[in-house]
């Protein structure tokens, strides 16, 4: 909307519900998607695009809270993460535990026990990095692989509500401190990606939550009053241009970026990607009614972004137990049976997990245990998996095809 100006009002994050974000998030998941069945070789960027839509969506909520009331009711924030993430989470670690113990070949099963207690405990991504497990060429052995990043949001969730609370009071000017907080710390995470990206095994890198933080922060900053304001003042017409050029670069870097081995991804390209994420983000916030906010904020990219965290959940253990051939089709055929698989369990579990926690159907009220039982379920049916059985592996698949999470 234009005011006399010529300028379009700008939305708080914390504050209103922003249709396009949810559309970005829908695009994200479906470039990771076909990334890991092997048909876009940059489309792991997706995860980036996540973390800065996280970091901006959780700080504009804390910083709407600090400036309603003064204060952030911290163990409400944890609740509601928890009540967001948990429940999707338990439900796919087990049922993956259970497929696995059926389907799986032997060091599958081997593997998704061990990664299993490290997947409920939110450290995915440690236990691969410390146990020196190859990321780029093991992940087809490992079921829970795409659980680093889960691991990092929620290590990030824990460490920057502090961090808001130190320093974000006061307005206008805990605005501006977050968002120099935010600013310094992401130039760190860069240098520190900048020094591990260049080991043979790039792991350490890929994996590490201070190596990744700046995705999260570059969010963070896009979500403070300052960058807010200025995104704001950028006439609408302009705005949905440089929306239009942002996100026409996003697509492309995921086109023709040629996997983990892409000159320069490590040594600032990731950051480049978050940056013009967080941007394009801003300016969708400030003016979501513009051509391409319509458009990213479409029926289908939305409807998708409305599951694409249960879709991310599900879709990798599927793809590694699928056959190669279902019902004498593979490649793309076996890809649309992967995918609508996926997408079947994601939108299950959304309506039947997800969305009665969030909103607390009777059943899902009260029990302040209920997340430390699901992950104590988890854990105890990983410990059973791990008892070694006969195994016919029916669920052999060619992963060479397979993109690494």
């Not at 206008?172 to 995470?189: E, I, N, P, Y």
Request: aromatic residues 8%; positive net charge.
């Amino acid at each position: 909307m234009l005011s006399s100006a010529g300028v379009h009002r700008r939305q708080n994050p914390g504050r209103a519900h922003i249709g396009p974000l949810d559309g970005l998030r829908g695009l994200a998941v479906a470039a990771v998607l076909l990334f890991h069945a092997g048909y876009l070789s940059g489309g792991f960027l997706g995860v980036d695009l996540f973390f800065v839509l996280s970091g901006f969506l959780i700080t504009g909520l804390l910083l709407a809270e600090l400036d309603r009331s003064g204060r952030l009711d911290l163990a409400g924030f944890w609740a509601r993460r928890a009540r967001r993430l948990l429940p999707a989470l338990a439900l796919m670690g087990v049922a993956t535990l259970l497929l696995a113990w059926a389907f799986a070949t032997p060091p599958m099963l081997r593997a998704v026990s061990q990664d299993a207690p490290w997947a409920a405990a939110q450290a995915a991504n440690w236990h691969y990095i410390a146990e020196q497990i190859g990321y780029w060429n093991a992940a087809g052995t490992r079921l829970f692989a795409h659980l680093w990043s889960i691991g990092v949001e929620w290590q990030f969730y824990l460490v920057w509500p502090l961090v808001v609370l130190a320093v974000g009071r006061g307005g206008a000017g805990g605005h501006r401190r977050v968002a120099a907080v935010a600013g310094v710390c992401a130039l760190v995470s860069l240098l520190l990606m900048v020094r591990y990206g260049t080991a043979v095994d790039t792991t350490r890198a890929y994996e590490g939550t201070d190596t990744r933080a700046f995705s999260l922060l570059l969010g963070a900053v896009a979500a403070t009053a300052p960058v807010r304001d200025l995104a704001g003042r950028v006439p609408r017409a302009a705005a949905d241009a440089l929306c239009a050029v942002l996100l026409g670069g996003l697509v492309l870097s995921w086109t023709l970026t040629a996997g983990e081995k892409a000159a320069g991804l490590f040594q600032g390209g990731m950051f480049a990607h978050s940056l013009a994420s967080a941007v394009l983000i801003a300016l969708l916030a400030a003016v979501p009614g513009g051509f391409v906010g319509r458009a990213v904020g479409g029926a289908l990219p939305r409807r998708l972004g409305e599951v694409s965290y249960s879709l991310y959940l599900w879709h990798w253990p599927i793809y590694l137990l699928l056959p190669q051939e279902v019902l004498g089709v593979g490649g793309w055929g076996r890809t649309a049976v992967a995918i609508g698989l996926s997408l079947l369990a994601a939108v299950v579990s959304k309506l039947l997990v997800e969305d009665p926690v969030r909103s607390r159907a009777r059943w899902a009220v009260g029990r302040p245990g209920r997340a430390a039982l699901a992950v104590a379920i988890t854990l105890a049916v990983g410990t059973w998996a791990a008892i070694p059985r006969p195994n016919p592996g029916a669920g052999t698949v060619d992963v060479s095809r397979l993109g690494s999470p």
